[in-house]
Protein backbone atom coordinates (compact mmCIF):
# COMPACT_ATOMS: atom_id res chain seq x y z
CA UNK A 1 0.00 0.00 0.00
CA UNK A 2 1.51 3.15 -1.02
CA UNK A 3 0.17 6.84 0.44
CA UNK A 4 0.86 10.26 -0.46
CA UNK A 5 0.51 13.51 1.60
CA UNK A 6 0.13 16.37 -0.74
CA UNK A 7 1.58 19.18 1.37
CA UNK A 8 3.92 17.25 3.35
CA UNK A 9 6.46 19.99 3.82
CA UNK A 10 3.30 21.22 6.40
CA UNK A 11 5.15 21.11 10.05
CA UNK A 12 1.64 19.41 10.67
CA UNK A 13 2.98 16.31 9.08
CA UNK A 14 4.86 14.97 12.10
CA UNK A 15 1.22 14.44 14.12
CA UNK A 16 0.16 12.50 10.93
CA UNK A 17 3.28 10.34 10.56
CA UNK A 18 3.48 9.49 14.28
CA UNK A 19 -0.27 8.16 13.68
CA UNK A 20 0.53 6.22 10.67
CA UNK A 21 3.12 4.67 12.91
CA UNK A 22 1.24 3.75 16.22
CA UNK A 23 -1.99 3.26 14.05
CA UNK A 24 0.19 0.55 11.48
CA UNK A 25 -2.19 -2.66 12.22
CA UNK A 26 -5.46 -0.27 10.94
CA UNK A 27 -3.75 0.90 8.05
CA UNK A 28 -0.53 -1.13 7.47
CA UNK A 29 1.52 0.39 4.02
CA UNK A 30 4.82 0.26 2.49
CA UNK A 31 5.29 3.72 1.15
CA UNK A 32 4.86 7.04 2.08
CA UNK A 33 5.38 10.13 -0.24
CA UNK A 34 5.46 13.16 0.98
CA UNK A 35 5.37 16.23 -1.55
CA UNK A 36 5.03 19.49 -1.26
CA UNK A 37 7.36 22.13 -3.72
CA UNK A 38 8.79 24.13 -0.58
CA UNK A 39 12.11 21.77 -0.55
CA UNK A 40 13.43 23.20 2.29
CA UNK A 41 10.57 22.78 4.39
CA UNK A 42 10.24 19.10 3.32
CA UNK A 43 13.83 18.04 4.03
CA UNK A 44 13.33 18.60 7.85
CA UNK A 45 9.55 17.24 7.19
CA UNK A 46 10.82 13.85 5.67
CA UNK A 47 13.89 13.51 7.76
CA UNK A 48 11.68 13.75 11.14
CA UNK A 49 9.04 11.04 9.54
CA UNK A 50 11.77 8.74 8.81
CA UNK A 51 12.86 8.81 12.06
CA UNK A 52 9.59 8.65 14.02
CA UNK A 53 8.80 5.66 11.63
CA UNK A 54 12.42 4.24 13.11
CA UNK A 55 11.89 4.63 16.62
CA UNK A 56 8.67 3.25 16.24
CA UNK A 57 9.99 -0.05 14.20
CA UNK A 58 7.70 0.60 11.05
CA UNK A 59 8.77 -1.00 7.99
CA UNK A 60 7.40 1.41 5.83
CA UNK A 61 9.70 3.57 3.40
CA UNK A 62 9.62 7.27 3.75
CA UNK A 63 10.65 9.66 0.94
CA UNK A 64 10.04 13.05 -0.17
CA UNK A 65 9.45 14.92 -3.70
CA UNK A 66 8.63 18.30 -5.03
CA UNK A 67 7.31 16.58 -7.84
CA UNK A 68 3.39 16.15 -7.72
CA UNK A 69 3.25 13.53 -10.69
CA UNK A 70 5.97 11.35 -9.47
CA UNK A 71 4.88 11.43 -5.70
CA UNK A 72 1.67 10.12 -6.73
CA UNK A 73 1.99 7.64 -8.97
CA UNK A 74 0.70 4.44 -7.80
CA UNK A 75 -0.55 5.65 -4.69
CA UNK A 76 -3.70 4.14 -3.52
CA UNK A 77 -4.79 7.10 -1.65
CA UNK A 78 -3.60 10.74 -1.45
CA UNK A 79 -3.96 12.79 1.61
CA UNK A 80 -4.78 17.14 0.80
CA UNK A 81 -3.44 19.06 3.59
CA UNK A 82 -2.19 21.91 1.48
CA UNK A 83 -2.27 25.43 2.45
CA UNK A 84 -2.14 28.04 -1.46
CA UNK A 85 -0.75 31.18 -0.08
CA UNK A 86 0.71 29.81 3.30
CA UNK A 87 0.31 31.82 6.62
CA UNK A 88 0.70 34.97 4.78
CA UNK A 89 -2.27 34.70 2.98
CA UNK A 90 -3.86 33.28 6.09
CA UNK A 91 -2.92 36.09 8.40
CA UNK A 92 -4.93 38.66 5.54
CA UNK A 93 -8.27 36.32 5.49
CA UNK A 94 -8.37 37.08 9.54
CA UNK A 95 -7.65 40.65 9.32
CA UNK A 96 -9.29 42.68 6.38
CA UNK A 97 -12.47 41.57 6.49
CA UNK A 98 -12.47 43.39 10.31
CA UNK A 99 -12.03 46.66 8.77
CA UNK A 100 -15.90 46.23 8.03
CA UNK A 101 -16.79 44.51 11.52
CA UNK A 102 -17.06 41.32 9.76
CA UNK A 103 -15.19 38.13 11.20
CA UNK A 104 -11.90 37.34 10.39
CA UNK A 105 -11.49 33.44 9.55
CA UNK A 106 -9.73 31.41 7.57
CA UNK A 107 -12.75 28.98 6.74
CA UNK A 108 -15.37 31.36 7.60
CA UNK A 109 -17.16 34.29 6.46
CA UNK A 110 -14.91 36.86 3.80
CA UNK A 111 -11.85 34.79 4.43
CA UNK A 112 -13.13 31.90 3.96
CA UNK A 113 -14.52 33.14 0.33
CA UNK A 114 -10.89 34.15 0.06
CA UNK A 115 -9.15 30.79 0.55
CA UNK A 116 -12.04 28.81 -1.50
CA UNK A 117 -10.93 30.82 -4.41
CA UNK A 118 -7.10 30.29 -3.87
CA UNK A 119 -7.35 26.87 -3.25
CA UNK A 120 -10.54 24.96 -5.30
CA UNK A 121 -8.13 25.09 -8.60
CA UNK A 122 -5.33 24.02 -7.33
CA UNK A 123 -6.87 21.22 -5.79
CA UNK A 124 -9.07 20.49 -8.52
CA UNK A 125 -5.54 20.17 -10.99
CA UNK A 126 -3.80 18.26 -8.14
CA UNK A 127 -6.65 15.98 -8.37
CA UNK A 128 -6.55 15.73 -12.63
CA UNK A 129 -3.10 14.84 -12.24
CA UNK A 130 -4.18 12.38 -9.85
CA UNK A 131 -6.38 10.54 -12.23
CA UNK A 132 -4.15 10.80 -15.12
CA UNK A 133 -1.47 8.65 -12.00
CA UNK A 134 -3.81 6.26 -10.78
CA UNK A 135 -7.83 6.69 -11.52
CA UNK A 136 -8.25 4.37 -8.65
CA UNK A 137 -6.70 6.67 -5.95
CA UNK A 138 -8.85 7.68 -3.05
CA UNK A 139 -8.46 11.27 -2.40
CA UNK A 140 -8.90 12.12 1.40
CA UNK A 141 -9.50 16.20 1.71
CA UNK A 142 -8.25 18.04 4.76
CA UNK A 143 -7.95 21.01 3.34
CA UNK A 144 -9.92 23.74 4.01
CA UNK A 145 -12.60 24.64 3.15
CA UNK A 146 -13.38 21.10 3.69
CA UNK A 147 -17.08 21.24 2.87
CA UNK A 148 -16.47 23.62 -0.66
CA UNK A 149 -13.31 21.99 -2.01
CA UNK A 150 -14.91 18.40 -1.47
CA UNK A 151 -18.09 19.30 -3.49
CA UNK A 152 -15.63 20.48 -6.37
CA UNK A 153 -13.95 17.34 -6.01
CA UNK A 154 -16.96 15.08 -6.10
CA UNK A 155 -18.54 17.55 -8.79
CA UNK A 156 -16.04 17.00 -11.02
CA UNK A 157 -15.79 12.77 -10.68
CA UNK A 158 -12.75 12.26 -8.55
CA UNK A 159 -12.93 9.50 -5.78
CA UNK A 160 -12.63 12.12 -2.69
CA UNK A 161 -14.33 12.41 0.97
CA UNK A 162 -13.78 15.50 3.02
CA UNK A 163 -12.16 14.76 6.50
CA UNK A 164 -12.41 17.73 9.34
CA UNK A 165 -11.12 16.86 12.68
CA UNK A 166 -14.08 18.78 14.95
CA UNK A 167 -16.56 15.37 15.33
CA UNK A 168 -13.17 12.70 16.43
CA UNK A 169 -12.01 15.92 18.49
CA UNK A 170 -15.60 15.72 20.24
CA UNK A 171 -15.82 12.18 20.06
CA UNK A 172 -12.02 12.17 22.18
CA UNK A 173 -13.31 14.55 24.56
CA UNK A 174 -16.50 13.06 25.69
CA UNK A 175 -15.19 10.01 26.18
CA UNK A 176 -12.33 11.47 28.61
CA UNK A 177 -15.62 12.74 30.36
CA UNK A 178 -16.95 9.69 30.53
CA UNK A 179 -14.02 7.45 31.59
CA UNK A 180 -14.59 5.29 28.64
CA UNK A 181 -12.83 4.25 25.24
CA UNK A 182 -13.24 6.79 22.96
CA UNK A 183 -14.58 4.08 20.08
CA UNK A 184 -17.19 3.10 23.26
CA UNK A 185 -18.68 6.73 21.94
CA UNK A 186 -20.93 7.72 18.93
CA UNK A 187 -22.05 10.72 18.15
CA UNK A 188 -25.12 12.08 16.21
CA UNK A 189 -22.60 14.74 14.49
CA UNK A 190 -24.98 17.09 11.36
CA UNK A 191 -24.48 19.63 9.49
CA UNK A 192 -22.37 21.38 7.10
CA UNK A 193 -18.17 21.47 7.74
CA UNK A 194 -17.51 23.87 10.51
CA UNK A 195 -21.35 24.39 11.24
CA UNK A 196 -22.26 21.21 13.23
CA UNK A 197 -24.49 20.37 16.23
CA UNK A 198 -24.13 16.81 18.35
CA UNK A 199 -27.25 15.95 18.90
CA UNK A 200 -26.44 13.06 20.90
CA UNK A 201 -23.79 10.98 22.36
CA UNK A 202 -24.62 7.54 22.53
CA UNK A 203 -22.40 4.67 24.31
CA UNK A 204 -21.89 1.27 22.69
CA UNK A 205 -22.73 2.43 18.91
CA UNK A 206 -25.84 4.33 17.54
CA UNK A 207 -28.24 2.64 19.21
CA UNK A 208 -26.43 3.06 22.44
CA UNK A 209 -27.80 5.06 25.63
CA UNK A 210 -28.16 8.99 24.84
CA UNK A 211 -25.95 10.38 27.65
CA UNK A 212 -25.35 13.88 26.24
CA UNK A 213 -27.90 14.94 28.94
CA UNK A 214 -25.72 13.15 31.56
CA UNK A 215 -22.66 15.19 30.19
CA UNK A 216 -24.47 18.05 30.16
CA UNK A 217 -25.35 18.08 33.25
CA UNK A 218 -22.15 16.67 35.17
CA UNK A 219 -19.74 18.64 32.69
CA UNK A 220 -21.70 21.59 31.32
CA UNK A 221 -19.51 24.37 32.67
CA UNK A 222 -16.18 22.65 31.14
CA UNK A 223 -18.28 22.01 27.77
CA UNK A 224 -19.24 25.40 27.78
CA UNK A 225 -15.88 26.85 28.45
CA UNK A 226 -14.17 24.76 26.19
CA UNK A 227 -16.76 26.01 23.33
CA UNK A 228 -16.42 29.19 24.69
CA UNK A 229 -20.02 29.92 24.59
CA UNK A 230 -22.50 30.49 27.49
CA UNK A 231 -23.86 27.99 29.69
CA UNK A 232 -27.22 28.87 29.61
CA UNK A 233 -27.00 28.46 25.77
CA UNK A 234 -25.96 24.96 25.62
CA UNK A 235 -28.77 24.10 28.07
CA UNK A 236 -31.37 26.01 25.92
CA UNK A 237 -30.48 24.06 23.04
CA UNK A 238 -29.87 20.76 24.55
CA UNK A 239 -26.92 20.35 22.25
CA UNK A 240 -23.46 20.93 21.86
CA UNK A 241 -22.70 23.09 18.90
CA UNK A 242 -19.29 22.95 16.85
CA UNK A 243 -17.36 25.65 18.51
CA UNK A 244 -17.32 27.34 14.92
CA UNK A 245 -20.69 27.95 15.83
CA UNK A 246 -19.56 30.86 18.02
CA UNK A 247 -19.04 32.82 14.70
CA UNK A 248 -22.07 32.91 14.04
CA UNK A 249 -23.99 32.78 17.61
CA UNK A 250 -21.96 35.73 18.83
CA UNK A 251 -20.32 37.30 15.86
CA UNK A 252 -20.24 41.02 16.79
CA UNK A 253 -18.64 39.79 20.51
CA UNK A 254 -15.59 38.12 18.33
CA UNK A 255 -15.43 40.82 16.14
CA UNK A 256 -14.63 43.05 18.92
CA UNK A 257 -11.90 40.09 20.42
CA UNK A 258 -10.39 39.89 16.84
CA UNK A 259 -9.64 43.22 16.82
CA UNK A 260 -7.78 43.33 19.66
CA UNK A 261 -4.71 40.71 19.22
CA UNK A 262 -2.30 38.87 16.72
CA UNK A 263 -4.33 37.05 14.32
CA UNK A 264 -4.21 33.02 15.00
CA UNK A 265 -1.72 33.40 11.48
CA UNK A 266 0.32 34.97 13.36
CA UNK A 267 0.34 32.63 16.22
CA UNK A 268 0.75 29.23 13.98
CA UNK A 269 3.64 31.29 12.14
CA UNK A 270 5.53 31.81 14.93
CA UNK A 271 4.90 28.26 16.03
CA UNK A 272 5.95 26.56 12.85
CA UNK A 273 9.06 28.56 12.89
CA UNK A 274 9.76 27.05 16.63
CA UNK A 275 8.88 23.63 15.40
CA UNK A 276 10.92 24.01 11.84
CA UNK A 277 13.86 24.71 14.04
CA UNK A 278 13.19 21.73 16.36
CA UNK A 279 12.84 19.46 13.31
CA UNK A 280 16.02 20.24 12.19
CA UNK A 281 17.73 18.47 15.68
CA UNK A 282 18.95 14.88 14.15
CA UNK A 283 18.05 13.65 17.40
CA UNK A 284 14.48 14.66 17.67
CA UNK A 285 12.50 11.44 16.60
CA UNK A 286 9.38 11.48 17.83
CA UNK A 287 6.71 14.67 17.71
CA UNK A 288 7.56 17.25 19.96
CA UNK A 289 4.99 18.48 22.52
CA UNK A 290 5.04 21.94 20.86
CA UNK A 291 3.05 20.30 17.99
CA UNK A 292 -0.19 20.25 19.73
CA UNK A 293 -0.78 23.93 19.88
CA UNK A 294 -0.46 23.65 15.86
CA UNK A 295 -4.04 22.56 15.59
CA UNK A 296 -5.36 19.66 13.99
CA UNK A 297 -5.77 17.40 17.18
CA UNK A 298 -6.73 13.99 16.43
CA UNK A 299 -6.34 14.31 12.23
CA UNK A 300 -3.67 11.56 12.35
CA UNK A 301 -6.52 8.90 13.84
CA UNK A 302 -9.07 10.54 11.96
CA UNK A 303 -7.17 9.81 8.64
CA UNK A 304 -6.12 6.26 9.81
CA UNK A 305 -9.86 5.22 10.17
CA UNK A 306 -11.21 7.17 7.13
CA UNK A 307 -8.34 5.35 4.99
CA UNK A 308 -8.43 2.01 6.34
CA UNK A 309 -12.22 2.09 5.10
CA UNK A 310 -11.85 3.18 1.66
CA UNK A 311 -8.65 1.18 0.90
CA UNK A 312 -9.68 -2.16 3.43
CA UNK A 313 -13.05 -2.04 2.24
CA UNK A 314 -14.98 -2.33 5.72
CA UNK A 315 -17.81 -0.81 5.29
CA UNK A 316 -17.06 1.18 9.05
CA UNK A 317 -19.55 4.20 10.19
CA UNK A 318 -17.05 7.35 9.95
CA UNK A 319 -17.98 10.99 9.98
CA UNK A 320 -17.49 12.66 6.40
CA UNK A 321 -18.04 15.37 4.17
CA UNK A 322 -20.09 13.61 1.42
CA UNK A 323 -22.69 14.38 -1.35
CA UNK A 324 -26.36 14.78 0.70
CA UNK A 325 -28.49 12.20 -1.54
CA UNK A 326 -31.07 13.26 0.36
CA UNK A 327 -29.70 12.72 3.55
CA UNK A 328 -30.95 16.39 4.64
CA UNK A 329 -34.00 16.55 2.25
CA UNK A 330 -34.28 20.40 2.42
CA UNK A 331 -30.81 20.58 0.37
CA UNK A 332 -30.03 19.55 -2.77
CA UNK A 333 -28.70 15.87 -3.24
CA UNK A 334 -25.07 17.47 -4.63
CA UNK A 335 -24.50 19.46 -1.57
CA UNK A 336 -21.81 18.40 0.54
CA UNK A 337 -22.85 17.85 4.38
CA UNK A 338 -20.84 16.32 7.60
CA UNK A 339 -22.63 13.38 9.11
CA UNK A 340 -22.00 9.58 9.83
CA UNK A 341 -21.22 7.80 6.72
CA UNK A 342 -20.66 3.69 5.98
CA UNK A 343 -17.34 3.92 4.66
CA UNK A 344 -16.13 0.84 1.88
CA UNK A 345 -14.12 0.79 -1.12
CA UNK A 346 -17.25 2.27 -2.95
CA UNK A 347 -16.97 5.46 -0.94
CA UNK A 348 -18.89 7.04 1.84
CA UNK A 349 -22.87 6.56 2.20
CA UNK A 350 -24.26 8.59 4.57
CA UNK A 351 -26.92 6.96 6.92
CA UNK A 352 -30.01 8.28 7.78
CA UNK A 353 -30.60 10.91 10.32
CA UNK A 354 -32.93 12.18 12.58
CA UNK A 355 -34.82 15.74 10.74
CA UNK A 356 -32.71 18.68 11.32
CA UNK A 357 -34.60 21.30 13.46
CA UNK A 358 -35.72 24.49 12.22
CA UNK A 359 -33.35 25.84 14.22
CA UNK A 360 -30.66 24.01 12.47
CA UNK A 361 -32.20 23.35 9.25
CA UNK A 362 -32.30 27.22 8.44
CA UNK A 363 -28.75 28.15 9.03
CA UNK A 364 -27.86 25.09 7.27
CA UNK A 365 -29.76 25.87 3.81
CA UNK A 366 -28.17 29.38 4.65
CA UNK A 367 -24.86 28.63 4.33
CA UNK A 368 -25.14 25.68 1.64
CA UNK A 369 -26.58 28.50 -0.79
CA UNK A 370 -23.52 30.22 -0.07
CA UNK A 371 -21.17 27.64 -0.11
CA UNK A 372 -23.26 27.19 -3.76
CA UNK A 373 -21.99 30.64 -5.27
CA UNK A 374 -18.39 30.03 -3.80
CA UNK A 375 -17.49 27.34 -5.53
CA UNK A 376 -19.17 28.78 -8.72
CA UNK A 377 -16.82 31.79 -8.17
CA UNK A 378 -13.72 29.33 -7.18
CA UNK A 379 -14.74 27.71 -10.64
CA UNK A 380 -15.62 30.72 -12.82
CA UNK A 381 -14.35 33.65 -11.97
CA UNK A 382 -15.66 37.47 -12.05
CA UNK A 383 -16.13 40.29 -9.74
CA UNK A 384 -20.02 39.72 -9.61
CA UNK A 385 -19.84 35.90 -8.37
CA UNK A 386 -17.47 37.12 -5.59
CA UNK A 387 -19.88 39.43 -4.94
CA UNK A 388 -22.67 37.30 -5.16
CA UNK A 389 -21.24 34.95 -2.66
CA UNK A 390 -20.67 37.48 0.16
CA UNK A 391 -23.87 39.49 0.08
CA UNK A 392 -25.60 34.92 0.62
CA UNK A 393 -23.49 34.69 3.40
CA UNK A 394 -25.18 35.10 6.74
CA UNK A 395 -22.60 36.90 8.28
CA UNK A 396 -22.25 39.53 5.85
CA UNK A 397 -25.45 40.33 3.64
CA UNK A 398 -25.10 43.82 3.58
CA UNK A 399 -24.56 45.79 0.03
CA UNK A 400 -22.01 48.02 1.47
CA UNK A 401 -20.14 45.30 3.23
CA UNK A 402 -20.18 43.11 0.42
CA UNK A 403 -18.74 45.42 -2.02
CA UNK A 404 -15.99 46.82 0.00
CA UNK A 405 -14.92 43.07 1.11
CA UNK A 406 -15.36 41.74 -2.83
CA UNK A 407 -12.88 44.43 -3.81
CA UNK A 408 -10.57 44.13 -0.91
CA UNK A 409 -10.63 40.39 -1.45
CA UNK A 410 -9.74 40.51 -4.73
CA UNK A 411 -6.78 43.16 -4.37
CA UNK A 412 -5.26 40.72 -1.30
CA UNK A 413 -5.43 37.39 -3.85
CA UNK A 414 -4.71 38.76 -7.13
CA UNK A 415 -1.76 36.77 -7.76
CA UNK A 416 -4.02 33.85 -6.54
CA UNK A 417 -6.57 34.76 -9.41
CA UNK A 418 -6.36 33.69 -12.69
CA UNK A 419 -9.39 36.09 -13.97
CA UNK A 420 -8.29 38.97 -11.58
Known amino acids: MKLAVV ?43 RRIFARQDHPGRISWTDDLDAGVDGADAVLLQLRVGGQAARDQDETWPLECGCVGQETTGAGGLAKALRTVPVVLDIAERVRRRNPDAWIVDFTNPVGIVTRALLTAGHRAVGLCNVAIGFQRKFAKLLGVAPDEVSLDHVGLNHLTWERAVRLGGPGG ?53 PSRAAEVAAIERRLLEMYADPTLDEKPELLGKRGGAFYSEAAVDLTSSLLRDTGEVRIVNTFNRGTLPFLPDDAV ?46 RERVFDALLAHPLIGQIEYAEKLTDTLIAHNREHLAWA
Open 337 to 382: IEVPAAVDARGASPLPVTPLEPLYAGLVAHVTAYEDLALEAALKGG
Open 209 to 261: EDVLPKLLAEHGDAIADDLRMPRALIDRLGVVPSYYLRYFYQHDAVVRELKTK
Open 7 to 49: GGGSTYTPELVDGFARLRDVLPMEELVLVDPAADRLELVGGLA
